[in-house]
């Protein structure tokens, strides 16, 4: 599985646009990347998910170049509720068996 | 009603006792994990379960056992349980799609005394 790497923390102000990037050089044909957001005491939610180009749903927008070896996640105008850890997986489509490694992720605090 | 629950939520323990962790889904998914997350990390695969009848290791699978008592349920077991067994236990499931995404449970704390 490809490996990602991100920021360990990120800090930013209420209505702040926020933007994540994630690295994942050798990131595979098949691989999706996939962005889960986890609150303190809680499972991982996921965010979005995308292979090329540009997603966005009413959560986040997730950009990622034509060489894929990077990706952008971006939340629009966050608030103190997006306060959470955010995690960057290369999530490996195929037809056979699967399962996630989450790395550390990016703590985002957000301040009032 | 939460798609994924586990039981139970706290749990204290001493060393050396057996405990069991209980997973539950209402997904209808064949597929069930079991991770482990220590205070400033991220998730680590403990084992994972693609059919009734399919078990497989994780990352981190010493010390554990599982079990797939129906297609909706997954039980984890600490045979006997250490101090660095002390972690934060989450239950996940998800289908077959090739696009699904894992759904979470809300996660047991388990504290080895």
Same mark, same amino acid.
């Given at each position: ?6 920021p360990?923390?990120?800090?930013? %102000?209420?209505?702040?646009?926020? #933007?994540?990037?994630? =690295?994942?050089?050798?990131? *595979?044909?098949?691989?999706y990347? !996939? ?15 995308? %292979?090329?180009?540009?997603?966005? #749903?009413?959560?986040? =927008?997730?950009?990622?170049? *034509?060489?894929?070896?990077?990706? !952008? ?13 955010y ?26 | 009603?939460?798609?994924?629950t ?12 057996r ?7 209402t ?32 990352e ?54």
């Amino acid at each position: 599985l490809a490996k990602t790497t991100q920021p360990i923390s990120m800090d930013s %102000y209420e209505g702040q646009e926020v #933007n994540i990037t994630c =690295s994942h050089n050798n990131i *595979a044909t098949n691989d999706y990347i !996939t962005w889960y957001q986890q609150f303190p005491s809680q499972g991982p939610r996921f965010i979005i998910q995308g %292979y090329k180009t540009k997603v966005t #749903n009413e959560v986040a =927008s997730l950009f990622i170049p *034509a060489d894929r070896k990077s990706s !952008t996640l971006s939340l629009p105008r966050v608030s103190l509720s997006d306060t959470a850890v955010y995690y960057c997986l290369a999530l490996r489509m195929d037809t056979g068996r699967r399962a996630l490694t989450f790395g550390s992720g990016t703590r985002l605090q957000v301040q009032p | 009603d939460a798609d994924v629950t586990q039981t139970p939520r706290n749990r204290i323990t001493k060393t050396g006792k057996r405990i069991m962790l209980e997973c539950s889904q209402t997904k209808g998914h064949d597929r069930m994990y079991w991770y482990r997350q220590d205070p400033g990390l991220g998730l680590r695969l403990i084992y994972y379960s693609f059919d009734v009848k399919d078990i497989n290791k994780g990352e981190i699978s010493d010390g554990y056992s599982v079990s797939r008592q129906a297609q909706a349920k997954f039980s984890l077991s600490l045979e006997s349980a250490i101090p660095n067994q002390t972690a934060l236990y989450f239950c996940a499931t998800d289908g077959t799609s090739d696009t699904d995404t894992q759904y979470f449970g809300p996660g047991t704390r388990l504290t080895v005394l």
